[in-house]
């Protein structure tokens, strides 16, 4: 199969919440996380991304769903609650 566009060097399988993703997942740099890509200079690239919800949290979300949002999800993140 032929692949157009940018590589795809971090890929996201929807159907999985972020503490399940192949590669780790992170929101910042951070010399303790590890590595899971690189790229060359001046190389195209694409970095899929989900929320920190999993999908939980939708574009039609409230200031309700975010405060009754599954706390779980931030636990599985190691985000203290």
Sequence with gaps: ???????VVV???LKKKPWEQKHPLHNRWHPDIPVVAEV?????FRVEMVDFSGGGITSDY???DVK??????????GISV
């Design 62 to 64: 409230s200031a309700e």
């Design 11 to 13: 890929p996201i399988d």
């Design 68 to 77: 009754h949002a599954d706390q779980s999800i931030l636990v599985n993140l």
């Design 1 to 7: 199969m032929t692949h157009y566009g940018a590589k």
């Design 40 to 44: 060359k200079d001046g190389e195209v």
